[in-house]
Every structure is written in C-alpha cells, then in structure tokens.
C-alpha cells in the first residue's frame, strides 16, 4: 500500500505531520497522532466533534461531502468554507501531501 503523508496544523501553528496508509480514515489517523479530534460518535454521524480545515488546494481533492456530513458541518463551531468531518475523509493517493487545521474550537474529552 502506498504511504500518504498527513499534515495537521495546530492552532498555535505547529505542524504535525503523520504518516498513513492509502484507504486509512483521516479520523483515526488524527488520534493516533494525538490530535485534538474526538470523533465519539463511533461512525453513526450523530456529532461534529472530528470537524477539520482543510488547505483550500486540498479541499477539490476530496469526494463530495454527503447531505448527512453537511447537516453534521452545520453544528460544528468554526465551520468554514472548506470544513469537513475527518471520519468521513479516506486517505487516497491523491491526498498526499494533504494538509488540515484544527479548529480554534477543536477539543478531545477522551483526554480531560
């Protein structure tokens, strides 16, 4: 399998990059790399807590988000433009190099 590589801009501006696997979630990729992404919803997309930025040069890159992803967007503080939920996001080799930010409101209650 083809290594992606993943970079998760911090708030404070810190980069964080994280090697994946090609079909690897970007949401379990963000946890293992201790990023502040909750996604507890178990894959039932009843939260918005694994919200993401991402680069506005990536976000074509990206299949079309679903009605139900975009309704999650909705409630996510700090949603932009180029918002995504992570647990919907599958690495492909056309997202290598992609780069994401955390939410100023971005926060992990699986570490407080």
Excluded: W, Y
């Excluded at 079909?23 to 178990?42: F, S, Y």
């Excluded at 309704?71 to 700090?78: K, P």
């Amino acid at each position: 399998m083809k290594k992606i590589t993943v970079h998760f801009v911090k708030v404070n501006g810190e980069t964080v990059t994280a090697e994946a696997s090609e079909g690897d979630n970007l949401l379990t990729v963000a946890q293992i790399h201790d990023q502040p992404l909750e996604g507890t919803c178990e894959g039932q997309m009843a939260c918005s807590t694994c919200h993401v930025i991402v680069e506005a040069a990536d976000f074509d890159k990206l299949p079309d988000a679903t009605e139900m992803e975009e309704d999650m967007l909705d409630l996510a503080a700090g949603a932009r433009r180029t918002s995504r939920l992570a647990c919907q996001i599958t690495l492909t080799a056309d997202l290598d190099g992609l780069t994401v930010h955390m939410p100023v409101e971005s926060h992990n209650m699986q570490i407080v």
